[in-house]
């Protein structure tokens, strides 16, 4: 009778170390993948901001160069005549459809 106590409570030690060691495994699996889900979140986001970074950087520079450009009186007033159709005094505008 002492032997099958002492062997009931071995059992329900092992049982119950089992059942903690897989809820422990459980557990960090569960965290463990979830952090990787977050790693790949960010690195998707970090991906994307650098696409971002870059386009916005091309575009400064075109900026900078129109900057330049806006610098010359001949440039201004032929971007004028060009863009909202300001003519030089004697001059007439004729606008042609586009097809």
């Given at each position: 009778?002492?032997?099958?106590?002492?062997?009931?409570?071995?059992?329900?030690?092992?049982?119950?170390?089992?059942?903690?060691?897989?809820?422990?495994?459980?557990?960090?699996?569960?965290?463990?993948?979830?952090?990787?889900?977050?790693?790949?979140?960010?690195?998707?986001?970090?991906?994307?901001l650098e696409e971002e970074l870059l386009s916005l950087k091309e575009k400064a520079e075109e900026l900078k160069v129109d900057a330049n450009k806006l610098q010359n009186p001949d440039y201004v007033?032929?971007?004028?005549?060009?863009?909202?159709?300001?003519?030089?005094?004697?001059?007439?505008?004729?606008?042609?459809?586009?097809?």
């Amino acid at each position: 009778m002492a032997k099958n106590k002492t062997k009931m409570k071995a059992r329900r030690r092992m049982l119950f170390l089992g059942l903690t060691s897989i809820a422990i495994i459980f557990v960090m699996t569960f965290t463990i993948g979830r952090y990787w889900v977050e790693i790949f979140d960010k690195y998707q986001e970090k991906k994307m901001l650098e696409e971002e970074l870059l386009s916005l950087k091309e575009k400064a520079e075109e900026l900078k160069v129109d900057a330049n450009k806006l610098q010359n009186p001949d440039y201004v007033a032929r971007y004028a005549r060009e863009k909202y159709l300001y003519s030089k005094e004697g001059e007439f505008i004729l606008q042609i459809p586009e097809e």
